[in-house]
């Protein structure tokens, strides 16, 4: 685990003979430094995790990690002690090898494996909300005016509800809001809306709304025993959609990078951060998207955060981020085809190279619970790679029992938190109040108006955070003289703006609870 030298006990690495070479650390001081875990399909990557949890976390470090399987739960409970763990114990010259349990809060988008992790649409911002709705270009212009005009408006944006209600007054007012912020198409209105939709039905309206996840219930110390706190996110369920998977991380390790102060190099980390199925998070990515991973990679360093990616090939991580990742754990790899072979020279090019062994060979004969180990060591120097064997952990390997997450649930210090969702006003409920008034005022004065045929009918001056909206104000006064004298063609009424935008509100009412209706009558179809 963690030895009074403030590292983390790895494992120990074998001499050509396969007998007992010395023991592989990860310096704490450079945990910071950011890492890679990698290796094929049931080569050993989860128990490497949950070995670097468990170390991070007795050293006083809180963790967050993505549980893909459900396997990484077994953290919270004691290990048990069984042959292979105590043969490998005893390979690695582990005299002192002890089980304990760790402290761990569970979060999962959905509520049910874990407290709910909530973000607001503000929160998330116009470049990862394009990214996870795979947005062109036009449509991710169309976003970024959306959140100009909310900002400007003071319109806060919390739900799905809210920007589908504002995107609905976009287009009801594109004309008009396109001479202020550019041209907005009705068409990429149309198509953010519908991708909207796909995201609800797939989920996502679990993940935006509030009470939203506070940075701080990530990075706490257990006050019993100064453990950091495990934070681990239920990802099986959100696995079935790898967009917003990725989305949700990369959007947390934003905040991490946004809200941290700057600390340098500390002693220890602040927080570490395993992205696993890091592939997820660059596959298709367009470049400003990967501009921006690889500044927050860079830079998030110096506010004491480390980052580390598991994934099952190197060659899933850009080359500009790969950089940035000191410490290397790599798992064997098969290479049967070109790119695997590829990989494998990749693989072994990373490394600073031993004279005992080849090291693009020794990945491909590697066992299971077998790595290459390279690490920082004085200087920030990558240690001589070691063909390593991986210590056993002290947690449970292997998922929880639901009763026994339950238990571990209802010990959270997050407990009724974020279990109850907040629906406070917004966008959605601001406008649709403001279109009743705007509607309401315009009423009257046209009713006391028709007294006296004279007087222009106004539609009302509607202003929210101390900026009139398009279609809420007042008719042009010359507009209104031409309107006068023209009269109008016979039998037809011009429709207002203001009862434009009252429909357009209806219709995000009517659509939200069609589809409540609908998902009922379907769901009854199903019993």
């Known amino acids: 685990m963690t030895d009074e030298t403030g590292k983390i006990f790895i494992g120990g690495s074998r001499k050509p003979d396969d007998t007992l070479n010395k023991a592989e650390y990860l310096d704490l001081k450079f945990g910071n430094r950011h890492g890679l875990v990698t290796g094929a399909t049931g080569t050993g990557k989860t128990v490497t995790l949950q070995v670097l949890a468990e170390g991070f976390s007795k050293a006083g470090v809180p963790v967050f990690a993505a549980d893909i399987k459900g396997d990484l739960s077994g953290v919270a409970a004691k290990g048990e002690a069984k042959d292979f763990l105590l043969k490998r114990a005893e390979q690695i010259g582990m005299t002192d090898y002890e089980f304990d349990h760790f402290p761990v809060i569970f979060w999962d988008i959905y509520g049910e494996k874990g407290h709910r992790v909530r973000t607001t649409i503000a929160e998330m911002g116009p470049l990862l909300l394009a990214r996870l709705m795979d947005a062109s270009e036009p449509q991710e212009g169309v976003l970024n005016i959306a959140f100009k005009l909310a900002d400007k408006a003071g319109l806060p944006l919390l739900d799905l509800k809210d920007l589908t209600s504002l995107l609905n007054y976009m287009a009801e007012n594109a004309s008009e809001l396109s001479k202020e912020f550019g041209l907005i198409s009705k068409a990429s209105v149309g198509s953010i809306q519908r991708a909207l939709l796909v995201l609800e039905q797939q989920g996502a309206e679990h993940f935006f709304g509030e009470p939203a996840l506070k940075i701080s219930d990530i990075m706490r110390i257990n006050p019993n025993n100064g453990y950091g706190q495990i934070s681990i996110l239920a990802a099986d369920k959100l696995m079935m959609n790898p967009r917003l998977y990725a989305t949700f991380l990369l959007w947390l390790l934003s905040e991490l990078f946004e809200e941290l102060p700057e600390v340098g190099d500390p002693d220890k980390p602040k927080l570490v951060f395993f992205f696993d199925e890091a592939h997820l998070l660059f596959d298709e990515a367009p470049k400003v998207l990967l501009d921006r991973v690889e500044q927050v990679v860079r830079l998030i360093r110096s506010k004491g955060v480390g980052v580390y990616f598991v994934t099952q090939n190197p060659l899933d991580v850009p080359e500009t981020v790969l950089a940035q990742l000191g410490n290397r754990v790599q798992h064997a790899l098969r290479a049967y085809t070109p790119r695997e072979q590829k990989a494998v020279k990749t693989a072994a090019d990373t490394f600073r190279p031993n004279p005992d062994f080849d090291c693009a060979t020794a990945i491909t004969q590697l066992g299971t619970g077998e790595a290459l180990v390279s690490t920082l060591e004085a200087k920030g120097v990558p240690s001589m790679v070691e063909r390593t064997l991986i210590r056993p952990p002290s947690g449970r390997i292997g998922p929880l029992t639901d009763a026994e997450r339950q238990q571990v649930m209802d010990k959270s210090p997050v407990l009724g938190v974020y279990d109850e969702d907040l629906d406070r006003e917004s966008a959605f409920e601001m406008l649709a109040a403001k279109a009743k008034q705007a509607s309401d005022g315009a009423a009257a004065k046209n009713a006391s108006d028709d007294l006296d045929p004279e007087q222009p009918k106004a539609t ?67 019993r």
């Open 460 to 526: 009302g001056s509607i202003s929210i955070g101390g900026w009139t909206l398009p279609g809420f104000g007042d008719k042009d006064e010359e507009q209104d003289q031409r309107g006068r004298k023209t009269g109008g063609r016979s039998g037809y009424q011009r429709e207002t703006i203001v009862e434009a935008a009252m429909k357009s509100v209806a219709r995000t009412v009517a659509t939200q609870v069609g589809q409540a209706i609908v998902r009922g009558i379907l769901g009854s179809l199903k």
